[in-house]
């Protein structure tokens, strides 16, 4: 089967290889849509710390699929031949205290789909049976489409971003970060009773895409200050809640002069490894009284939430999608994806 692969070591490749064997546990997976998250270009890019020298992956942990050979263990945890199933990527250890709170994504010894296993961007996927233990794997209803669940992982660790923020009725809302993450975020902050989104970003094109999303103002931070804009905006109270959905330094510091007191920040965007830590000011989180924190990945719980909320159709996951390749041509979805030419999330479908 053609499969994009990476090699810690030596690097990333469209390939032919053999078609994954179920022997006799889990459950395999005929990929009908996945999508490329920049999680993927970013091990393409650098390489991933979990990943042993020489060590070859599948990459892609954004799937959904059709079962097409069900194990034992499948079948008695009621799940068929034939049926449509989304699956949220990361299993823990279960032994540990994140696990035992329900916070998988926080294990040590975490492994997840396109970064320790092979994952979603080939055409066939073997799903193990510890996916099916812990709850992973999830029967889709009709009214959430193909495309729209490959971005369910995404939504859940949109999620997981905001519940961390605390994000409240009334509050006012500042995204640093027009991509996918940064529009799925604006959609579940109005959801959340934000009175008033602000988002901020480099690229005309995708604030246009906030404005038609329901953002109420935009602010292009390469032309003119966000700060003083977003001061204005919100009558000189500033912003209770930031979401940081880039990897730059800049917002981060920012954030804690545009917050209210009693503000809260979320670190969603990781910086790249090795950046210098940004001189945060201590200060203006002692005075206002912030809340700092950050959020990586997703929960089983919150890829259920977002499970919940696409098939609710409160959320537009369909206006995410920028793009779709066949599956079959993974090397032009991947040209595209590391070239930063696409508007929106790039779809892969069967
Ligand atoms: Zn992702
Ligand atoms: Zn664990």
């Known amino acids: 089967m053609i499969a994009a692969t990476y090699t810690q070591g030596s690097g990333f490749k469209i390939e032919d290889i053999p078609s994954p064997e179920l022997n006799g546990g889990g459950a395999l997976l005929a990929i009908r849509a996945a999508s490329i998250c920049g999680t993927d270009v ?3 890019r650098n390489g991933h710390r979990k990943l042993r020298a020489g060590q070859r992956i599948v990459l892609g942990h954004e799937l959904m699929g ?8 499948a079948r008695a945890s009621g799940f068929a031949v034939g049926q449509r199933v989304g699956v949220a990527p990361n299993t823990g250890c279960g032994r540990c205290p994140a696990c035992q709170s329900g ?6 010894s975490y492994e997840a789909f396109g970064i320790t296993r092979d994952g979603s961007h080939a055409e066939l996927l073997r799903v193990p049976d510890v996916y099916l233990q812990q709850g992973n794997v999830m029967p889709l209803p009709d009214s959430v489409s193909d495309r729209e669940a490959t971005l369910l992982e995404p939504l859940s660790c949109v999620v997981n971003g905001l519940r961390a923020s605390k994000a409240d009725v009334g509050d006012r809302v500042v995204i640093y970060g027009p991509g996918t993450m940064g529009l799925l975020f604006l ?4 959801l959340c009773g934000a009175s008033q989104i602000i988002m901020v970003g480099r690229r005309d094109d995708r604030l246009q895409a906030a404005l038609n999303a329901g953002a109420d103002v935009a602010i292009n931070n390469a032309v003119e200050p966000a700060a003083s804009r977003i001061d204005e905006a919100t009558l000189g109270e500033g912003a209770d809640v930031v979401i940081i959905a880039c990897a730059s330094p800049e917002p981060q510091l920012e954030a804690t002069e545009i917050l209210a007191p009693f503000g809260r920040l979320c670190l969603f965007g990781s910086l790249p ?3 210098a830590p940004p001189p945060f000011d201590t200060n203006a989180a002692h005075y206002k009284n912030l809340l700092i924190t ?3 990945g997703g929960s089983v719980g919150d890829y259920r939430a977002a499970l919940r909320l696409a098939a609710s159709g409160r959320i537009r996951l369909e206006s995410i999608i920028g793009a779709e390749f066949p599956i079959t041509k993974l090397q032009s979805a991947y040209d595209a994806a590391l070239s930063d030419t696409v508007t929106g999330k790039i779809v892969l479908v069967r």
């Open 103 to 108: 916070r998988s994504n926080y294990c040590e």
């Open 273 to 275: 490894r090795g950046s």
């Open 187 to 190: 959609q579940v902050a109005r």
């Open 294 to 296: 950050g959020t990586t």
């Open 42 to 44: 970013k091990i393409v």
């Open 66 to 73: 059709e079962i097409v050979e069900a194990g034992k263990c």
